[in-house]
């Protein structure tokens, strides 16, 4: 029979995953430029309070601040018909879309993970995984600001071994950092070019301290085999040059993902036909 807790935890993760994705709407869009504001603005005078909290919602259209009411997760872009109240501009589609994909992740996480304490834990890593990889096709840059706190939390996380033994994670975290490091500088040395940025590798370091070192090989095959395919059909189709660097992150993240959910099945089966053909 299904108890209530299993009906109610999904629910629960989808209603949290909504409210969540809508601040991960702000990290989205503030924090790049939070990242880019100088110590003033260019008359002698310092700019205004930005940040995550202020100022408050507003079109950035018409400067109008957004009522809670027109700021509710989907719902309120629903009745906007994606245009704001006041000037009529359009509202882009990413934000419902991110709320949406933020609380579908959350719900599966809460079907597929029967234990609350890793299914809330996936969650996390879910959703920072989220705005990392829009961060990072809007702008090619993973922000220290999310890369280093979610590192240190992935530890903090396994500590108990919630997804995986706490040696295992420091070990991750390490080596992940450390390998793509050394690939980045062979490959430079090789090429004259540089392959990836620094925050692929502090990203691929959060992946290890939250997924363990034993999981870390298959997150950079998964990455690379999306990366490859993904890279080939936009060159095929000529949305892509040959000389054009995509970012990397998404599809470390992807891969994270795929790790965190299936990473025990394909190991297993992998191993399975290697003893059977072996």
């Not at 709320?99 to 834990?121: Q, Y």
């Not at 090619?140 to 890369?147: A, K, N, S």
């Not at 108990?160 to 033994?165: D, E, N, V």
């Not at 998404?250 to 994270?256: I, N």
Request: glycine share 10%; aromatic share 8%.
């Amino acid at each position: 029979m299904t108890s209530p807790f299993t009906t109610i935890f999904p629910l629960a993760a989808v209603l949290v995953g909504l409210i969540v994705g809508s601040f991960l709407n702000v990290v989205i869009h503030r924090l790049p430029r939070m990242l880019d504001l100088g110590p003033d603005d260019g008359a002698g005078r310092p700019p205004e309070p930005y940040n995550l909290a202020r100022p408050g919602s507003q079109c950035p259209r018409c400067g109008h601040a957004i009522a809670p009411w027109d700021n509710v997760p989907v719902l309120s872009w629903i009745l906007l018909r994606g245009r704001c109240r006041h000037c009529r501009a359009p509202i882009a589609l990413r934000y419902p879309v991110v709320e949406i994909a933020a609380a579908l992740g959350a719900g599966a996480l809460a079907l597929i993970l029967s234990d609350p304490l890793r299914a809330v834990s996936a969650m996390l890593l879910y959703w920072i995984l989220l705005a990392l990889t829009v961060i990072d096709l809007d702008h090619q840059v993973l922000p220290d600001e999310i890369t280093l706190p979610g590192l240190w939390l992935g530890l903090l996380i396994n500590v108990p071994g919630t997804l995986t033994s706490l040696r295992s994670a420091v070990l991750g975290a390490a080596v992940g950092y450390l390998a793509l490091w050394g690939i980045y500088h062979l490959f430079r040395l090789a090429t004259g070019k540089e392959g990836m940025g620094y925050g692929d590798f502090k990203l691929y370091a959060l992946l290890g301290a939250w997924l363990g070192l034993a999981r870390l090989p298959l997150v950079i095959l998964v990455a690379s085999a999306l990366g490859s395919l993904v890279g080939l059909a936009l060159i095929a189709t000529r949305r892509l040059r040959r000389d054009t660097p995509i970012p990397f992150g998404p599809f470390l993240a992807a891969g994270g993902l795929v790790t965190l959910l299936a990473g025990h099945a394909i190991t297993s089966g992998w191993l399975h036909l290697a003893l059977r053909h072996g």
